[in-house]
């Protein structure tokens, strides 16, 4: 099994612009998330899909987008980058959503707005 | 919106040392997540507790669900235990996982 995969690890983009970053797992999980990791704060959540073609907010969803159309995929949109999104952004997936079970994390992608 | 607090924020300790590290929270839970995040920035999962105490070779995690308290205890810490780790807390019934800002630890041999 690869776990949960994102790419790209890196990424540069000027304001304006948008971009996708994508996010898969091969174990089957129903719960998928995304979340931003920023200096001096714990990791946030943006968005949540707790199976396909259902997604929900999280703590700071303005301006990211989601979509889960398989079980495996949950990418996610920047419509038009500003320098506050700068961030680390890390996809994580578990067996479940209301129950807790074990969370799994990708690589994490380091993503610059300048 | 539960409240997650992690104590110390910075923590270095000479090779061999017992470690404790705290972590408190303001609203009742169904689960607490322990997570070490290392200097290349993966995330992996060491504990999810309920109630009571886990171990995991020199690892320990304890929860007391009626003081809000959460300790992780590392013995006999080696230079590779350096790293953050983060606390993280699930509300009954919530989807939603709450971040403690985490403790960085450096272990010096």
């Known amino acids: 099994n690869a776990g949960v995969t994102q790419t790209p690890k890196f990424q540069v983009l000027k304001t304006g612009q948008s971009m996708t970053l994508q996010c898969a797992q091969d174990m089957n999980h129903e719960y998928m998330s995304w979340y931003r990791q920023d200096p001096g704060m714990g990791l946030r959540l943006i968005h949540y899909s707790v199976g396909a073609g259902i997604t929900d907010q999280g703590e700071v969803p303005n301006g990211y987008n989601v979509s889960r159309s398989t079980t495996e995929d949950f990418p996610l949109r920047l419509l038009s980058a500003a320098p506050s999104q700068t961030s680390v952004y890390f996809c994580a997936s578990s067996y479940g959503g209301q129950s807790s079970y074990e969370q799994y994390f990708g690589p994490g992608t380091r993503l610059t707005v300048t | 919106k539960n409240e997650v607090e992690q104590s110390p924020q910075n923590l270095t300790a000479q090779e061999g040392e017992f470690i404790t590290i705290n972590c408190s929270y303001s609203?009742?839970?169904?689960?607490l997540h322990w997570l070490q995040q290392h200097p290349g920035g993966g995330i992996v999962s060491l504990f999810m507790l309920s109630s009571g105490k886990k171990k995991h070779g020199r690892l320990i995690a304890k929860i007391n669900i009626q003081e809000k308290h959460s300790s992780l205890h590392i013995t006999a810490s080696h230079p590779r235990d350096s790293a953050v780790y983060i606390c993280?807390?699930?509300?009954?019934?919530?989807?939603?996982?709450?971040f403690g800002k985490g403790t960085k630890l450096s272990v010096i041999p």
């Open positions: 993280a807390v699930k509300g009954a019934g919530s989807y939603q996982l709450t």
């Open positions: 609203v009742g839970i169904s689960a």
